[in-house]
């Protein structure tokens, strides 16, 4: 992987800030923001049209920050046709009045150049009431890493509004599939939090399920079925490497990583009963975690690490219990009426998520840790794994439909929606798509 | 029917006598016909859901046979992996004929319907295919010759998304390996 180089040119000048977005509370006022196209100089901009096949790479990065600040529901790009500055000029100091006067309470501008075979970007954040600079950063990469620039642009400008870090420098791992429902094929692929780049890792040719991201690296771990042995994989999406992790004389499926990415906990079935182990990917130590005659699955750590939530139907039915890592002090923290299942712990470690099934209806909701102030996010006819934004603001989840009399209509899509349970959005995907998996910021 | 009836009375105060006579016969009339709609249509739904008893599947749509009169498949409750009366003859008539053809081993494919969280599924295929593997134990079959497959959700025989699909999707079904 081609690491992205990052100039600090100016250190962010501090500005006593007027404006400030609100991220516990819904959409309902997005921050209206103009994003002022990358000016470009004429030299740069055929240079990178010969390299990149983009007429004007500065206005596509624009378009790539745009799309962000839009699908993250809090900010409302405002319409291009109204600005009245030239890039350029805005870029050197920007008329307030002018930005004012369409409303902006925010700008970006900036420039892009082509300096030694590289992409060079520089972009500044403006506070427009206030007619302050907040922010100016440079960025210089191979010229083919340019929408990740956008994406870590729109990280920034996040991050500097917000005062939390953002989502968009990231990727999403998922299951395409296709073919009849009683017959689907599955892929493992992966694309770009705003649904570019994708791409298929595997061919089709066997059953996978519930990839998951390493949050320390590019790893996945995942269910293959190959030779029809449904066991957990180990794939380094870099290298295209797979390895099954460990020898289990039987079904080893839900894999997650821990926090550190050092371990993986999963469910291996056996005789009638699952219960949750781990395996150290260092030394190839396997541990027992549970050891009881119930189903016990869906595991997943706290962000630090020293618990474990899971899913268990050892009271009768599927309920969210949560343990110490070592598998001691285990109790149930789920408790509304109803199944709950696919507990996931939130990056931040207050909340986890899960999916509910009450009255023939499934639910994506989230509860505190020791399973108080359940709230129940969107309700549909099938829906569930939920999985966090490495910021844990957003969750992705899939969202299969009813089919027809004759038991056609089926499609599976994927979908993700704010914490505050506003801003459900379709993640589009080329072909259907389910187990979604969010990775950690690549930049950091 | 409850709403046919409300929405008449509120509006006869204003009808003369005659019109009511006649409103009276033509209500009668509505009765008789939904009435024996009624009718008509529980015959249909008692006709479908004759091929459950509860909600465990008892048809034969989609059941294959593994010899005559041996069939390859057992069907499970929600979230059940009990073994049912019907299920238990069927596993012994397959157990009589695994002893009679020794050299066949076999796959149990468990599987859930697509009311259920994926990884709980794989699970639950588990844990029914589990079941039937320990009852054709019980009839001697040697464990050595039956393997155990889970597939949860991921294989319905039925793509419907009703109860009845569902029942049929709850399956263990025995495949031969050899």
């Known amino acids: 992987m081609i690491r992205i180089l990052i100039l600090l040119i100016f250190l962010p000048i501090k500005a006593f800030a007027l404006i400030e977005v609100d991220i516990t509370r819904g959409n309902l006022n997005p921050l209206p923001i103009a994003v002022s196209p990358l000016s470009i100089d004429e030299n740069s901009r055929q240079s990178f049209k010969k390299i990149l096949k983009k007429n004007d790479i500065g206005s596509e990065i624009s378009k790539i920050v745009e799309n962000n600040l839009k699908i993250s529901g809090l900010f409302n790009p405002l319409n291009k046709d109204a600005f009245l500055q030239a890039p350029d000029i805005a870029n050197l100091k920007p008329r307030f009045e002018d930005w004012n006067l369409i409303k902006a309470q925010a700008l970006i501008t900036g420039k892009v150049n082509f300096v030694d075979e590289k992409l060079r970007v520089e972009f500044r954040l403006w506070d427009v009431l206030a007619g302050k600079e907040m922010m100016a950063l440079a960025f210089t990469t191979v010229p083919n890493n340019w929408r990740r620039v956008g994406h870590i642009i729109t990280d920034k400008v996040y991050e500097r509004l917000t005062g939390e870090k953002g989502y968009f420098d990231t990727r999403i791992i998922y299951v395409a599939e296709k073919g009849p429902k009683t017959n689907r094929i599955k892929k493992l692929a992966i694309m770009d939090q705003d649904g570019a780049n994708n791409k298929f890792l595997t061919l089709g040719n066997e059953l996978v399920l519930t990839p998951r991201f390493n949050p320390t690296s590019q790893m996945v771990t995942y269910l293959s079925y190959f030779r029809n042995l449904p066991r957990v994989y180990l794939l380094d999406i870099e290298t295209g490497m797979q390895e099954v992790v460990g020898d289990f004389p039987g079904m080893t499926f839900a894999p997650r990583f821990s926090p550190d990415g050092k371990k993986i906990i999963m469910s291996f079935a056996k005789d009638g009963n699952s219960d949750i182990y781990t395996m150290d990917l260092e030394n190839r130590i396997v541990e027992k975690i549970t050891n009881h005659p119930s189903i016990d699955t869906s595991p997943s750590y706290s962000p630090d690490g020293k618990y474990i939530c899971f899913n268990s139907d050892r009271s009768g039915y599927q309920q969210i219990y949560i343990m110490n890592s070592n598998g001691k002090n285990v109790k149930r923290i789920s408790f509304g009426k109803g199944l709950y299942g696919t507990p996931v712990w939130s990056p931040r470690g207050d909340l986890i998520a899960f999916t509910k099934l009450h009255k023939g209806k499934f639910y994506i909701g989230v509860m505190r840790t020791d399973g108080s102030g359940e709230r129940l996010l969107t309700e549909n006819f099938y829906q569930e794994a939920p999985s966090w934004s490495p910021n844990g603001r957003v969750l992705i989840f899939y969202r299969e439909t009813k089919t027809d009399d004759k038991g056609e209509g089926f499609s599976a899509k994927l979908w993700s929606i704010d914490l505050t349970g506003y801003n459900e959005r379709l993640v589009d995907t080329p072909t259907d798509a389910s187990d979604p998996s969010w990775s950690a910021l690549l930049s950091n | ?178």
């Open chain 2, 1 to 178: 029917m409850k709403d046919l009836f409300s929405c008449e009375k509120v509006s006869l105060r204003n009808i003369d006598q005659g019109a009511i006579m006649k409103l009276n016969k033509i209500l009668k009339k509505a009765f008789l016909i939904t009435f024996a709609c009624l009718v008509l249509s529980a015959c249909a739904t008692t006709k479908k859901t004759g091929q459950m008893q509860g909600d465990v599947y008892t048809g034969t749509d989609t059941v294959e046979y593994l010899a005559s009169g041996v069939a390859d498949r057992v069907f499970f409750a929600t979230n059940e992996s009990v073994l049912t009366t019907a299920s238990r003859e069927t596993l012994r008539k397959q157990a009589a004929w695994l002893r009679k053809n020794s050299d066949i081993t076999i796959v149990l494919e468990g599987h859930a319907d697509e009311r259920g969280t994926r990884e709980y599924n794989l699970a639950l295929g588990e844990r029914r295919a589990n079941a039937a593997k320990d009852y054709l134990m019980t009839y001697g079959i040697s464990s050595d010759r039956i393997s155990v497959l889970s597939y949860g959700k991921e294989r319905p025989v039925d793509s419907g998304s009703n109860p009845l699909a569902w029942s049929k999707n709850r399956r263990s079904v025995t495949v031969k390996a050899n």
